[in-house]
């Protein structure tokens, strides 16, 4: 359908993703330094997700949605990485479908995260706010359905962005200065009206991006006020153990997710490209030790694995 799209409304069959660096110099470099990053992501979210399976004491919703958020994290950075390191090596072209193609799932994957860690914020919000019904509320029939709407609905999002951008024209400029096909320099490539689509950016975009940053927020500000309220700071210190790592990862993602796309297309520049590393590679090559290093539990279990 794509393919049958591309011939008759454009004229251009490949884009040329730049990259990081167009110096030869700093190819193999940036090679290395990724594919590291990559086989850590890949090895750290792996261990997290066996160590869950295999630990009968791990067989609660918090880490249920943690397994999830991992295997999500390695779906979404080999979304993005493998083709890094081929333009890092080879021709740095992708195909019109492919290029498609990718920007759709990266906009899955980077919502299902979304939605993810709301669903671990609801988890921490009723484990403090509502001990006594937690067992009850956050059933296993419960869990399956937040974890089966966290991956079934950025398929919408991600499909309406997708199609507006498959009915624009691409000319003689196919140069995508960035490492990864995303929507706002498509749009500067395109030879035909984008005001459409940008409409849809500024109004449908933060909704689904703010929407769930509100929720995690609220979330937590109830948190909050339930354990000021514990009398002993032993209590309070246990509570808020439970959740500090939870809270890095939604600052680390959501704050660079904000500052690429809320934003006007026009100030859309390549120094956005750090931002853009951060959310879709960085936060999951991280999640792995932000999770396990402050989890007693959670490195119990990766010790029993590894033993």
Request: hydrophobic share 45%; proline share 4%; glycine share 2%.
């Amino acid at each position: 359908m794509i393919m049958e799209r591309v011939n008759q409304t454009s004229s251009v069959s490949e884009f040329i993703l730049l990259g990081l660096s167009s110096r030869p110099g700093d190819q193999k470099p940036l090679f290395i330094l990724f594919l590291t990053m990559y086989l850590v992501t890949i090895t750290g979210n792996l261990l997290i997700i066996l160590a869950i399976h295999s630990d009968p004491q791990l067989q609660t919703p918090m880490y249920f949605f943690l397994s999830f958020l991992s295997f999500t994290d390695i779906c979404f950075t080999t979304t993005i990485v493998p083709r890094m390191l081929v333009n890092f090596l080879s021709e740095k072209t992708i195909s019109y479908a492919e290029c498609l193609t990718q920007m759709y799932f990266i906009y899955v994957l980077a919502n299902t995260d979304s939605f993810l860690l709301v669903v671990m914020a609801f988890d921490r919000y009723v484990a403090i706010c509502d001990p006594f019904h937690y067992v009850t509320t956050m059933n296993h029939h419960r869990c399956v359905l937040l974890v089966a709407f966290s991956c079934t609905f950025p398929h919408f999002h991600s499909l309406l962005h997708t199609l507006l951008l498959n009915r624009l024209t691409f000319c003689d400029n196919n140069v995508i200065h960035h490492f990864l096909c995303d929507i706002n320099p498509l749009l500067k490539l395109s030879c035909s009206s984008t005001f459409l689509n940008e409409i849809v950016i500024m109004s449908e975009g933060p909704v689904v991006l703010v929407t769930p940053f509100v929720c995690i927020t609220f979330s937590y500000i109830r948190i909050l006020i339930t354990v000021l309220k514990i009398p002993s700071a032993a209590g309070k210190r246990k509570a808020f153990s439970t959740c500090g790592s939870h809270l890095t990862v939604v600052t680390l993602f959501y704050g660079s997710i904000f500052y690429v796309y809320l934003q006007p297309l026009s100030t859309y520049t390549a120094r956005d490209h750090i931002a853009t590393l951060v959310y879709t590679v960085l936060t999951s090559m991280l999640n792995p030790f932000i999770y396990s290093l402050r989890n007693k539990d959670l490195k119990q279990g990766l010790r029993k694995l590894m033993g």
